[in-house]
């Protein structure tokens, strides 16, 4: 009996597999999963025979009244087209005619794919404190962020999964060449004259007239690749760019967050702001892109905590949750570059 | 009329099986190489090396590994040839084209359960002239096959490119059923490498050796013994203490295949999970990992406890589960599916 069994769904089986390879022979796209129950097969396949009757003898019991239309639980009522006051005859099915405007929520995937850039890496450590470099955590976080935004159904692109030297133009051509909605990138600050600071900062794209800033930024540029033509013409063609806006939003929500957070596990952390600077993989960028700088390896107590897995974790979150506010804020439809506020 | 030869094929990112009809099982490395140069070819005596062969003369040939993640990688010519030739080899080792010619050849290949169509029609142009006629299954599809597992089973393959996962259902498996993940034995290889060298960064140590390690003393959880290996320091045969360096390797592949099994099980239809939550399969190369069963079981404890069993001997469950269903299907199928 079991034999008889397994013989049946065997032939099943390799019906079934033979069926496919013909289907990618022919190009024929794949079928739909059917029922398994060959008794829900047999009633779908009826129930054309079935209804019309029904509805028919439901239209002669209520005196050959229209029926009125389904709406069905959870849809909103469309307007009606057809008057249903003009009796005589019978109206199985009502259709609108009147062409509604899509709203922005229908597309909630404006932000889909994002860049995460793990600052440093390689043979460029970034800062360093007593065991443990920049490029390390920022890997780290990058790792931890992407399984975050993965789960929540982004498609995520990082610029290096590994300890690597990546070009600053490399990191920007693969942001670029991969069509992302928004790029983020992972830094830790180091401020050596000042080691008692430590705070919390996020860069948008923007000139700066801040010595620090230029300071910090020619730092991270160095070894960008670019001459300082090259960086003039960027420049020149960004500052004015539309997706500034953007960056500052997202700069805004990110810094948010991670401030939010993060000052929960250290009373003492310091709200540095959404600053403008021309890193270079702020300039290079296509989408809307900021530089987080998550922490302060110069700070003993700050190098410290972020030796702590579980509080990379914790910046994971708050990037991670960050991004999400951008995107939920940012769910409608939008052109590449360009701002959509309204 | 002329003899048909039937045969099931594994193809597989680190080894190929075939199964034949006439009896004859062979496995071999899934590495070709063609001599780097005319010294070479003169040394080697041979147009191209295949298997293990061509492993132990790596440094004279041109060596192709050419089946990544269990699937023939596109766009690569030399890549293409490769998979031909490991194709001509391992027909030629069940007798196709000495007593048995090759346009009466029917072949099961069986690829990773994620497999595109696209890989699929691009391995089937592949094949062209080298068999009669063709059909591609998953691969944890034709282990269920041969197994007759067909109802209420979960596969899960763990090969070298691919962890592949498949419930049956008594159907052919849909997409939903199935899944690939790109964390198997080539994923522990690359750990463990680097593991050992950082904790001794002045031993030579090459992928070869430490897959070779690994397939040999692979475990989870507890070791039974040191594992301590040889490998040159400086030139000196050094003997290595590779314990906690292996287990770390091996138990990274425990998180993805166990949120992956249990996710699995979770879209199983109610009255069927703890049937299939007891009906496990370990299959694949991986499935020998020493106390990988019994991390999985206790992994189902949290969601109502499970039965997992892995094969003896796996090299061949694929092509035989293969071969089954090369002799299963009726003749009238076999003339459509011309290679």
Redesign the interface.
Known sequence: MRAARIERVKRRVLRQAVAENLDVIRGVPPRAVRPGNRYVRIWLRRAPYLLVPLVIVAWLGRGGQAIPPVVEAGLAAQPRAVNAGQAGLPVLHETTTSVERVTSAAFPLAVRRVVLDAGHGGSDPGATAVSVTEKTITLDIGHRLRGLLEREGFEVITTRADDRTIALRDRARLANDSNSDIFVSIHVNAIVKHTASRGIETYYLGPTNDPSLTQLAAAENSVSGYSLGDMRKLLDGVYADARRDESHELATIVQRELFTSLRASDSGLENWGVKRAPFIVLVATDMPAVLAEVGCLSNEKEAAMLRRPEYRQKIAAALFDGIRAYASANDGPKTKGSPNHG | MAEILHVGIDLGTSRSAISASNGERFVVDSFVGWPLDMVAKKVLKRDVLIGHEAVSNRTMLDLHRPLERGLLKEGSEKDVEAVRELLRHLLRLVGVNGKIDASNVRAVVGVPAAAL?TN??YL?NSMKGIVDSL???SEP?AVA?GL?A??HTMIIDIGAGTTDFCVM????P???DQRTLMIAGDSIDTQLLKLIEERYPQANVTVFMVREWKEKHSFVGEPQAPVIVTAPVKGVPTELDITSDLRTACETILPPITETMIDLLARVEPEFQERVRTNIILSGGGGLIRGLSDALENALKGVGGGKVRYMEDPVFIGSDGGLA?AI??PEG?WE??TA
Not at chain 2, 169 to 172: D, F, H, T
Request: charged letters at 45%; glycine letters at 4%; hydrophobic letters at 35%.
């Open positions: 169509r699929k029609q089937r059909l591609i299954v599809f096959y007759d067909l109802l259902k008594g159907r052919y849909t997409e939903e269903l299963d299907a199928d459509k599916l």
